[in-house]
């Protein structure tokens, strides 16, 4: 039996997505197990370990994110061919190797079959390189790997019966990336599996970035020297220390000249809208838009277009 668990803190999204592609995965014996959060995402899901340990005949658990929707009817048969090898303990469909903390993304990502769908900007879908194996490039491959993307994890009975997530970490930020280094540590396999799940997230990636900060810090003293190349870089600490530091401001440089440059291409975009709004084109067809309902707030006759407001859409003529 294979059962699914999800940390809920906005039921409204874990009855829109999670709940949604659990149903679609499912099998008529799985348990779900659908409980309010308890605090952090590490005591949450801890919770639900404990419910999976007590069910019997226990095949797996699946963690995922109330954001999180499993999108294959047969991803319970995909589950099994992964656990298949006794020594696998975590699966995801999101890997990556030589990470060295927990912005895995930074390592080689081998593996990432997911679809990233937001409702900024008008909204929108950005598929990942495995999404699609005919596109996929020619590194994307399924297997062992340091460590996953945790908006969707497959725990083997071995792990659930015994390894917890580290609750003194924080709140949110790192779960996944310690979890990953308990099961390696413990002589079991992280690895990567052909299931695909929609994220349903938006593009900013946290408000704050301290939470992050402190989770980086704390999991890289805890595994600095234990795993590979964890929390470890070139040089002395100090230099460690001058080299971070060179890195954020060198970022926040770069982070200015994208916005100086983003202002500057939107000003080129509305010189070009206002041109087209005093062309005979758009006066003659002034009358059809208005009767087909999508002629523009207007000043004076002109089209009234924000491309700072909503960067995405470049059509003078959608409302």
């Known amino acids: 039996m294979i059962a699914f668990g999800s940390a809920i803190t906005k039921p409204e999204l874990y009855h829109r997505f999670a709940e949604v592609g659990i149903r679609r995965a499912a099998e008529p014996d799985s348990e779900v197990f659908a409980l309010p959060s308890v605090g952090s995402i590490f005591a949450s899901y801890n919770a639900l370990i404990e419910k999976a340990e007590a069910c019997d005949g226990l095949e797996a658990l699946v963690l995922a994110h109330q954001d999180a929707e499993i999108v294959d009817h047969d991803f319970c048969a ?134 992050w900060i402190t989770a980086h810090m704390k999991v890289a003293e805890k595994w600095e020297g234990r795993a590979g190349a964890v929390g470890t870089a070139p040089g002395s600490w100090e230099e460690r220390a001058f080299r971070a530091a060179a890195g954020r401001d060198a970022a926040r440089v770069i982070d200015h000249n994208n916005t100086l440059d983003f202002e500057a291409h939107a000003r080129e975009l509305e010189r070009a809208l206002a041109e087209l709004a005093d062309s005979i084109s758009w006066r003659i067809t002034a009358p059809l838009r208005r009767f087909n309902g999508s002629h523009p707030p207007s000043d004076n006759g002109r089209p009234r277009w924000s491309l700072r407001a909503r960067s995405n859409q470049v059509d003078p003529t959608e409302p």
């Open 78 to 211: 995909r589950v099994r061919r992964a656990l298949a090898d006794p020594d696998v303990g975590l699966v995801g469909c999101v890997g990556a190797i030589d990470v060295r903390s927990i912005a895995w993304w930074e390592g080689s990502v081998t593996l990432a079959s997911f679809v990233h769908r937001y409702d900024d900007h008008g909204g929108g879908d950005l598929p990942a390189f495995s999404w699609a194996w005919e596109e996929a490039p020619p590194y994307a491959r399924l297997g062992e790997v340091d460590t996953l993307d945790g908006f969707v994890l497959v725990l083997s009975p071995w792990t659930v019966r015994n390894l917890r997530f580290d609750e003194s970490l924080g709140q949110f930020h790192g779960y996944d990336f310690d979890f990953c280094l308990q099961v390696r540590a413990a002589g079991r396999k992280v690895v990567t599996a052909d299931f695909r799940a929609v994220h349903h997230h938006p593009l900013e990636p946290f408000s704050d970035p301290e939470p």
